[in-house]
């Protein structure tokens, strides 16, 4: 019973495309098929469907419609642009079958749908007129008018063919029975997930297997690249330090922003949360006790913070309710004008919102005042001088560049002698090395690897200050000795060998459950560590380790019985079922509507998706599709 429960979605698959496919037949053998389309497809076509054609440019418009709704990631545009595609296709598709079997939307029937999509179109069944007609689909598709009742014809055409290939689905109470079981079967593991990662330390290959997989994988050990970099430096740190900044220039700075340092009126609080969304009247009227009784105890003394962490549900709980400093408009009038009336350390009675009650206590209160200089001053000093050491090395930055473009080709030292720079000299460094001493920044790397030996670079901003470069040496691209790259061979030798051990020991600790030996005993005697799941059904997880989709199989076992070690990518999952939960029967009746409706939908879609595979294949063999794929392939780099 169970695996004929695991394998049904398969065999509706099976037969709805049986009965796709012999629709498909009949409307082959028994409605007249039209020619084949002729004619040249333009450059940017991508597909024609009889003598329709789909372009790169309707792609276009399509993407960018979307576009204009919410930004697509530049990344994801080759994605939506198949996706824009296919569809555009399918509608053609149905165009073309729906002139073979003689379905059409009328315009009775786009007109009724769009008195649905747009009632506002009309006042009292009289039409409201062109003009405001074609605002309103502007302002609620943002689209026009012919594109809107196009879209609209197209949808209805879709819907036409749905019912089509659709209304003679039914659901059988077996099958709601089953969907009720698969969704509701739970069950509970015990379990070892073996990541090759962890056992990679505990192997510790010789010299000659790491000679020998030096040996065997030679041509995967090349060495790039790499360039060894003299640099000057205009230190920015070092700048700060020496400017020296006076009270007046502070002051002025001050004054500039004054804004800045008016407060407003501001209360710091607390705040307990007792919630009320959602709830019952009785239960309201519970949870005002509940919370009335809190009140007493924080008007007793009882330390605030130690009752919000117990009573509150707010996400401040954990803070002991602290809310921070609230000024005026931040909050909902209820809780803003309870917590602007109280004295610093007042405790406020119960206050209902929109959330629940609260109970508030004022930490402490500011009334609206301009902070002073002497309180800020000093917090003035770090960013003027961040802003004049900044101007500093711009100015001398200018000069240096000045001096590099007369002659690339001088010394660094005379450089750096001439504006006060230090120099020092990096190791050698291929262009995907991190170089830390000067922030590994990109543009540094990239301007190591585009200077020529012994030539001076501009200067180049980095976190540190100023760079002025110039290339030392280059050490060629070559095959690597095993001196230079045996971390390399060592790293991936202790990998692979990691994931033989780990999937070893997944083998082994199957071998040993099924075996009969406890799960908790043999895998420690393996070195791993065993977990128990919670229990989750198909649609569940183990979190972090597998989805109820992946441990299909486990379902299929009865309490004590051990599954298959289970591959993960990397990794292994080794597990015992330690309990089976049957769902409740007295549950189905509650469920059993909205399981049929899922069901039901679920074939429906299946078959329009067999339906719809199948008319595409049917017009490429007929030579009424042509797919150019080879034109998207460049979508996202055309303009």
């Not at 079958?97 to 747009?118: M, P, T, Y």
């Not at 504006?419 to 543009?443: I, K, M, W, Y």
């Not at 099924?514 to 799941?533: D, N, Q």
Request: no cysteine.
């Amino acid at each position: 019973m169970a695996g004929i429960l695991d394998n049904r979605k398969t065999l509706v698959r099976i037969f709805i495309g049986i009965v796709i496919g012999l629709l498909a037949v009949s409307m082959l053998l028994y409605l007249v098929p039209q020619g084949p389309a002729t004619g040249d497809a333009a450059p940017d076509t991508v597909a024609r469907i009889g003598d329709q054609s789909v372009t790169v440019s309707d792609v276009r418009e399509q993407l960018a419609q979307i576009s204009s709704r919410g930004q697509i990631p530049k990344q994801l545009e080759g994605l939506y642009a198949q996706q824009i595609l296919n569809q555009l296709v399918f509608q053609k598709e149905l165009e073309l079958e729906g002139r073979r079997l003689g379905i059409h939307v009328s315009d009775e029937e786009r007109a009724d749908r769009i008195r649905q999509f747009l009632p506002t179109a009309f006042s009292g069944g009289t039409f409201v007129g062109m003009d405001r007609y074609s605002a309103e689909v502007q302002s609620r598709f943002g689209m026009n008018v012919p594109q809107f009742e196009e879209l609209v014809r197209q949808g209805l055409l879709e819907e036409k063919f749905r019912r089509l290939v659709t209304d003679g689905i039914s659901v059988s109470p077996l099958e709601i029975q089953e969907e009720f079981r698969y969704r509701n079967q739970k069950i509970t593991l015990a379990y070892a997930y073996i990541k090759p990662e962890d056992l990679d330390a505990q192997q510790a290959p010789g010299d000659v297997a790491i000679q020998a997989e030096f040996e065997k994988n030679k041509a995967k050990y090349q060495v790039p690249e790499r360039r060894v970099v003299r640099y000057a430096l205009a230190d920015l740190n070092q700048l700060r330090q020496s400017i020296q900044l006076s009270d007046d220039e502070l002051k002025a700075l001050y004054q500039s922003r004054i804004q800045l340092y008016q407060v407003p009126n501001r209360v710091h609080v607390q705040h307990i949360l007792f919630r009320t969304t959602g709830k019952t009247d009785a239960e309201v009227a519970e949870i005002r006790k509940k919370a009335e009784d809190v009140l007493k105890l924080a008007q007793k003394g009882a330390k605030f913070e130690d009752l919000a962490k117990k009573y509150s549900e707010d996400t401040t709980k954990d803070k002991g309710g602290d809310l921070g400093w609230i000024e005026q408009g931040q909050t909902v009038a209820e809780f803003e004008k309870a917590a602007f009336s109280l004295a610093k350390g007042g405790i406020s009675p119960l206050v209902r919102t929109q959330f629940g009650f609260h109970i508030i206590k004022a930490v402490d209160r500011e009334t609206a005042h301009t902070k002073s200089f002497d309180e800020v001053k000093e917090s003035l000093r770090a960013p003027l001088s961040l802003e004049k050491a900044d101007q500093r090395a711009a100015d001398q930055a200018e000069q240096i560049a000045a001096a590099v473009r007369k002659s690339n080709r001088g010394s660094l030292e005379d450089l750096a002698g001439q504006f006060h720079l230090s120099v020092a000299e990096t190791r050698p460094v291929a262009a995907t090395d991190v170089l830390l001493e000067l922030g590994n920044s990109q543009e540094i790397k990239d301007a190591i690897f585009r200077l020529h030996q012994g030539e001076l670079g501009l200067p180049i901003r980095t976190d540190r200050g100023y760079v002025v470069l110039t290339v030392k040496e280059i050490l060629p691209a070559h095959a690597g000795t095993l001196s230079e790259v045996r971390d390399r061979v060592l790293a991936d030798l202790k990998r692979t060998m990691a994931a033989a051990a780990a999937r070893s020991r997944a083998e082994e600790l199957a071998r040993r459950v099924k075996a009969g030996e406890k799960f908790p005993a043999a895998a420690k005697s393996l070195g791993l560590e065993s977990k128990t799941s919670d229990s989750f059904a198909r649609n569940g997880s183990i979190s972090g380790v597998a989805s109820g989709r992946q441990l299909a199989s486990a379902f299929r076992l009865n309490s004590g019985e051990a599954g298959a070690p289970l591959s993960l990518g990397n990794n292994w999952l080794v597990y015992q079922v330690v309990a089976k939960e049957e769902p409740d029967p007295a549950n189905f009746d509650r469920d059993k509507q909205s399981l049929a409706e899922q069901v039901l939908q679920n074939k429906r879609n299946l078959a329009f998706e067999a339906f719809r595979t199948g008319l595409q294949n049917r017009l490429k063999q007929e030579g009424k599709l042509q797919l150019m794929p080879e034109r998207m392939k460049n979508f996202t780099g055309q303009s």
